[in-house]
Structure formats: C-alpha cells, structure tokens
C-alpha cells in the first residue's frame, strides 16, 4: 500500500498535487511519501513484535537525509556499506550502536572510521578484513565486535546481478571456512565474536530461500556454541521483494512467520536489512514528456529523465510502471519511454502500453524509491534529479537539484593547459 493515489484522475502524493511539485520544483525530480515510509518501516517492524529484533535499514536502497532521519526517528537501526553512508548516517542521528557494516571491501580508513564511531558491529567478509580489523584496533586501542558474513550457497531465484549468497558469489565466507575463522577471531585481542551474518540476494518473492539460508546459519550457531563460541547477533541480510508489476513477494507477517518458525527457542537478537521493502514503493521519478516521436518500427516518448536518473532498467531490464500524472481521455499506445542520452540503452521502458500522453505532460515512474536517485549519476553532464518530500499537505525539496557550478565542483585546469 502506498499513497500515490488519484483523484478526479490527478494524481497525488499524500495531499499534494504531484503537478504542483512539478511547477514549483521543474523535472526530473524523485518524490517520497512521509506515510508510506512510515507506514512500511512499522509494517516490518511490527511484524517482528514478538522477537528480540533490530531492525537496520539498508541504507544503499536510499540515502537521503531525509529518508534517513524519518527512519532514525522511527526507531531503526542502519546497515551500512561504506564510509559515506556511515557518514550520512550519523548526520541523520543514528545511534552508533545501531549500526552494522556490511560489504566485501572496505577500506582502512574506513575501518578506522567505523572503529572510532563505535558502531554495533562489523560483518566480515574476508579472512584478510579480519586480520586488518584486528590490527585497525589494536593500533586504536579499540574492541572491534565482528560477526563473520557467511555464505550459505542459497539460491534466491532473483536476478543473477543481485544474487549474493551463491558459492560463485564474492560474498562472505563459506560454511566450512567460516568455523576456522570463527576459531581464528575468537583467539584475536582486539576482536570480540558477537554475531553471525547473511545476505542472500535482493528483490527476493519466496520464503524457501531465506529457510534455507537461516537453517544453515543456526545449524553453524550451534557448532559454534559447542565450541565455546557464543553468538549474540544473527543478521538476516535484506532482500524481501517488492511488487513492481504482478510479483507477490511474501508479507513481512510471513516472512517474519517462517523466520521465527525456523529459530524455534534459539535465544538470540535478530538482525534485518531491509532496503527495498521500506522505500521501494515509497517514492517515484517525476519526469515531462518532450516530445514523441514516431520511427518506422516504433514509437517513442522522450522525457526529461534519462538512464543516468534511473539505471534499473537498462541495468537489470527492471519494470517500473509509468503512469500519468493527469489522467486525460483518449488511446493508449505502445512506445518506448527513452531519455534524451545518446545510447540506445538510455530506457525507461520498452514496448509498453502507455496511457495516452503529449508533449509537456507529466509521467510518474513507479516503485523508484529504492536504488533510484542513489544510482543516478552525472553522464552527459546531466544535473542530477532534485528529491522531494511529502508530508501531509506540504512538501519540502529536500535534496536540490544539482546547478552547472554543481557539475565542475572540485575540478580544475592545470596551469601547465
Ligand atoms: N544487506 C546487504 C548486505 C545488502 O547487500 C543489501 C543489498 C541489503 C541488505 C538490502 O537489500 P534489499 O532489502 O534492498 O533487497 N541495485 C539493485 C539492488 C542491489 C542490492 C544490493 N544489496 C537493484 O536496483 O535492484
């Protein structure tokens, strides 16, 4: 459920006009409603009520500031992957003991960063990363609380970009080597064990999967137990679907359902990652139509957002569907919505039944809340989208969109031209 619903065939988020932003904002621009996140945040979160949980929203789905804040005040914790998101993180008022550290290569100052912050825990990746954390502590006179990200060869049954927890994947550690690593950390002065970790994959539509995953996890969480390595912290990873189209992901009450089924008595705090699932149907990219345009094999409807806006679907053949901001009569049509970039990828969609449009309309991409603006980049020197929030009646642009001085910030000429 998300509130970017129609009235009297104009579309609105929450109790705005989206024509108005548009007016007062220009295109592109990507849009979040206040109620949907908070609405999908509780949703999950709730469905977690009877178990010792965190959940860490993934930041990487979306980063704004003020995404971000509303979710701290919520009361979510933060997955990070760099150290810019511990960075926006901690500017967004996340508590630093809320805050897990993901990803297969971080760097040195980035684990001095994270050291220094104190954060909840460092999920490694690598034998090698455990080596350099310990030593990263030892020199900052630090504890570092690490769980080991473990790979448990699960197939999600996603898309082969976003599946992560196959053995051919770059991620974490197999089962097997995640004991000797275990048994190597557990020996380390400036390592404390606190947590074992996962992360299947993204855009996730059954439960069976993440069974699995969380089976093979416990089943090492007891080996390790017998060893005399207790552990605290079991993360889930992200990865439940969202409805871009006619998907059925499950419900976070089932997801959560089948989770609490396979711990059984397991005492345990559990750790969730969810991304996609909070922000994805919570906003969407605002574009105008240019022009249209009929070729000899298609047609086509140029807007003002491009590839470099949204890389879902050139990237993944990702669907977002677009609708019209105002509803007008008349035939539907089949056309490509492509960007202005001069490269046959530059899509939005392809060979789709659009509503009809015209030039100087206004077209809503939908469920682009997650991996949208983050993704979004500056080719062909194209100004990146302005963010908008609603809440309610009002709307703040929370992030501006970016100005030709924007685009040369930090570069310069060297004198020797
Ligand atoms: N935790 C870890 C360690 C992750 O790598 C990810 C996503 C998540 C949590 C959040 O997963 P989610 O709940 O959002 O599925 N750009 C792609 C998605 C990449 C996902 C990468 N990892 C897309 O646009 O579909």
Not at 58 to 83: E, H, M, Q, R, Y
Not at 86 to 112: M, N, Q, T
Not at 317 to 328: D, I
Not at 393 to 412: N, P, W
């Given at each position: 459920?998300?509130?970017?619903?129609?009235?009297?065939?104009?579309?609105?988020?929450?109790?705005?006009?989206?024509?108005?932003?548009?007016?007062?904002?220009?295109?592109?621009?990507?849009?979040?409603?206040?109620?949907?996140?908070?609405?999908?945040?509780?949703?999950?979160?709730?469905?977690?009520?009877?178990?010792?949980?965190?959940?860490?929203?993934?930041?990487?789905?979306?980063?704004?500031?003020?995404?971000?804040?509303?979710?701290?005040?919520?009361?979510?914790?933060?997955?990070?992957?760099?150290?810019?998101?511990?960075?926006?993180?901690?500017?967004?008022?996340?508590?630093?003991?809320?805050?897990?550290?993901?990803?297969?290569?971080?760097?040195?100052?980035?684990?001095?960063?994270?050291?220094?912050?104190?954060?909840?825990?460092?999920?490694?990746?690598?034998?090698?990363?455990?080596?350099?954390?310990?030593?990263?502590?030892?020199?900052?006179?630090?504890?570092?609380?690490?769980?080991?990200?473990?790979?448990?060869?699960?197939?999600?049954?996603?898309?082969?970009?976003?599946?992560?927890?196959?053995?051919?994947?770059?991620?974490?550690?197999?089962?097997?080597?995640?004991?000797?690593?275990?048994?190597?950390?557990?020996?380390?002065?400036?390592?404390?064990?606190?947590?074992?970790?996962?992360?299947?994959?993204?855009?996730?539509?059954?439960?069976?999967?993440?069974?699995?995953?969380?089976?093979?996890?416990?089943?090492?969480?007891?080996?390790?137990?017998?060893?005399?390595?207790?552990?605290?912290?079991?993360?889930?990873?992200?990865?439940?679907?969202?409805?871009?189209?006619?998907?059925?992901?499950?419900?976070?009450?089932?997801?959560?359902?089948?989770?609490?089924?396979?711990?059984?008595?397991?005492?345990?705090?559990?750790?969730?990652?969810?991304?996609?699932?909070?922000?994805?149907?919570?906003?969407?990219?605002?574009?105008?139509?240019?022009?249209?345009?009929?070729?000899?094999?298609?047609?086509?409807?140029?807007?003002?957002?491009?590839?470099?806006?949204?890389?879902?679907?050139?990237?993944?053949?990702?669907?977002?569907?677009?609708?019209?901001?105002?509803?007008?009569?008349?035939?539907?049509?089949?056309?490509?919505?492509?960007?202005?970039?001069?490269?046959?990828?530059?899509?939005?969609?392809?060979?789709?039944?659009i509503p009809p449009v015209q030039s100087g309309d206004l077209?809503?991409?939908?469920s682009a809340g997650a991996y949208g603006f983050v993704m979004?980049?500056?080719?062909?020197?194209?100004?990146?989208?302005?963010?908008?929030?609603?809440?309610?009646?009002?709307?703040?642009?929370?992030?501006?969109?970016?100005?030709?001085?924007?685009?040369?910030?930090?570069?310069?000429?060297?004198?020797?031209?």
């Amino acid at each position: 459920m998300h509130y970017f619903q129609y009235r009297n065939n104009e579309m609105f988020c929450e109790d705005v006009p989206v024509q108005a932003i548009a007016r007062q904002v220009g295109t592109p621009f990507y849009l979040y409603s206040h109620a949907t996140l908070t609405r999908h945040f509780n949703a999950f979160n709730d469905a977690f009520g009877g178990l010792d949980r965190l959940v860490c929203f993934s930041a990487k789905a979306n980063t704004s500031l003020a995404v971000l804040k509303l979710l701290a005040n919520l009361g979510s914790g933060l997955d990070i992957v760099s150290g810019g998101e511990l960075f926006r993180g901690l500017k967004a008022g996340f508590s630093p003991d809320r805050i897990v550290y993901s990803g297969v290569g971080k760097r040195v100052d980035e684990i001095d960063f994270a050291l220094e912050t104190g954060i909840l825990m460092f999920n490694v990746e690598s034998l090698e990363e455990l080596e350099l954390i310990q030593m990263r502590a030892e020199a900052l006179r630090k504890k570092a609380r690490v769980s080991i990200r473990v790979n448990p060869d699960v197939d999600p049954k996603t898309h082969p970009y976003i599946s992560t927890g196959l053995k051919k994947n770059k991620f974490g550690i197999d089962t097997e080597s995640a004991i000797s690593a275990y048994q190597r950390a557990s020996r380390m002065s400036h390592i404390s064990v606190v947590g074992i970790d996962c992360h299947i994959g993204s855009q996730i539509t059954e439960i069976q999967p993440f069974e699995d995953a969380l089976k093979s996890l416990k089943n090492l969480i007891q080996r390790l137990g017998n060893m005399g390595i207790p552990i605290r912290h079991l993360d889930m990873g992200g990865g439940l679907g969202i409805t871009y189209r006619e998907e059925s992901p499950p419900h976070p009450i089932d997801y959560a359902r089948a989770i609490a089924h396979v711990l059984g008595d397991l005492k345990i705090q559990l750790i969730l990652e969810p991304g996609r699932v909070i922000v994805g149907n919570a906003g969407i990219l605002v574009a105008r139509v240019l022009y249209r345009k009929k070729g000899l094999a298609k047609e086509f409807v140029i807007t003002d957002a491009a590839m470099n806006d949204l890389m879902r679907p050139i990237l993944y053949n990702a669907y977002h569907e677009a609708m019209p901001v105002v509803r007008a009569e008349g035939e539907s049509f089949t056309a490509d919505i492509v960007g202005p970039i001069c490269e046959t990828g530059d899509f939005l969609a392809q060979d789709r039944l659009i509503p009809p449009v015209q030039s100087g309309d206004l077209l809503a991409l939908m469920s682009a809340g997650a991996y949208g603006f983050v993704m979004s980049s500056n080719y062909c020197s194209r100004l990146r989208a302005a963010e908008v929030m609603v809440k309610g009646d009002q709307f703040v642009v929370v992030k501006d969109r970016e100005t030709y001085a924007d685009l040369i910030a930090g570069e310069s000429i060297p004198d020797f031209l």
